[in-house]
């Protein structure tokens, strides 16, 4: 069905006079006509009679003009579903705990009339920016682990993340206590890390950040998720994991777990926002100045990346 056509049948219909109809659409009376006619002959029935007196709906017309007037609501939304600016800015945080999705929330809090669709992506950096290159996310965070150079061609990235570490442990381990601890301490006590894919950026860099300080990231055992996570970290004595200073973990007041500052160094796990170049929804700008705005200055220690993270 031609939408033209239809969209010239309400006018006319709204504007009483076909003359009218075409001063609104900005079209010729005899187009205003000649779109009428072929819509009848599509349809099969009349939906005017013509009389001296000007124009009016036949019983088919009336039955036609509510969903004519639907037809061209769903157009309406088809169009803002998919115009930039129109459509909810979407964005993949891979997960509602950590760092990106906290900072997507104060971004929503600083713009609440920009529309977020905020989904999280089972992807590891390259099926995340493969996401986006395709078009089916507008922006991803992740770390970067491969050269610019080697990225493709329409994609672009920026860090807007740097996520200092905190040891996460029980009230009876022997660091939970302390008011920060160095990692040349971690090496004496075992990170418990279950469930880490293998292959993973978040992989490489625990890889390499126990490489660098002779850490023990234990992966053995199956994963029940956080909450039973937690629940073991707060029975034990021994074991302890790592987590990001703005990583989201909630917990009963009864497990008493503590969060220790890592430094000297403070390992940094480095994030960016990866969009696309030719990208031209509007609130992707402002959200990639908001995060520019919030890159948190690094405090006043050392702090140690990874290589590719330099």
């Known amino acids: 069905m031609n939408l033209d056509a239809v969209r010239t049948f309400v006018a006319a219909v709204d504007a009483g006079q076909f003359q009218d109809a075409a001063a609104a659409l900005s ?10 006619a072929a819509l ?9 009679t013509r009389t001296a007196r000007g124009t009016h709906l036949t019983v088919d017309g009336q039955t036609f003009l509510p969903h ?30 950590i760092a990106p999705a906290v900072l997507l929330q104060d971004f929503h809090r600083a713009h609440p009339r920009i ?12 099926a995340a920016m493969a996401a986006v290159e395709a078009g089916t996310v507008d922006a991803t965070f992740h770390a970067v682990t491969v050269a610019a150079r080697h990225l493709p061609a329409a994609i672009r990235t920026t860090r807007v993340i740097d996520e200092y570490h905190e040891l996460l442990v029980g009230p009876r381990h022997a660091l939970a206590n302390a008011r920060a601890v160095t990692p040349a301490q971690l090496s004496e006590h075992r990170i418990w890390m279950p469930g880490m894919a293998p292959g993973t950026e978040w ?10 300080f002779g850490l023990t990231i234990d992966l053995v055992g199956p994963v029940f998720g956080n909450e039973a996570l937690l629940a073991e970290i707060a029975d ?21 777990l503590r969060r220790v500052p890592v430094r000297g160094p403070a390992p940094v796990y480095p994030m960016s926002i990866i969009w696309r170049d030719d990208n031209p929804h509007p609130a992707l700008r402002a ?5 520019a705005s919030r890159r948190v ?14």
């Open 27 to 36: 079209i010729t009376q005899q187009a205003v006509s000649k779109r009428i």
């Open 297 to 310: 200055q690094a405090p006043d220690v050392e702090v140690w990346l990874p290589p590719w993270g330099q």
């Open 236 to 256: 034990s004595a021994e074991l302890a994991t790592l987590a990001g200073v703005r990583t989201r973990y909630l917990w009963p007041d009864s497990y008493d």
């Open 115 to 126: 529309e977020l669709d905020v989904v999280t992506l089972d992807a590891d950096v390259h």
């Open 40 to 48: 009848e002959k599509d349809l099969g029935v009349r939906l005017f």
């Open 203 to 212: 992989a490489d860099y625990y890889d390499e950040l126990a490489a660098a």
């Open 287 to 291: 959200l990639r100045d908001y995060l």
């Open 68 to 97: 004519a007037r639907e037809l061209l609501r769903v157009e309406a939304r088809a169009d803002a579903s998919v115009r930039p600016g129109r459509r909810a800015l979407r964005v993949d945080v891979h997960s509602r705990r």
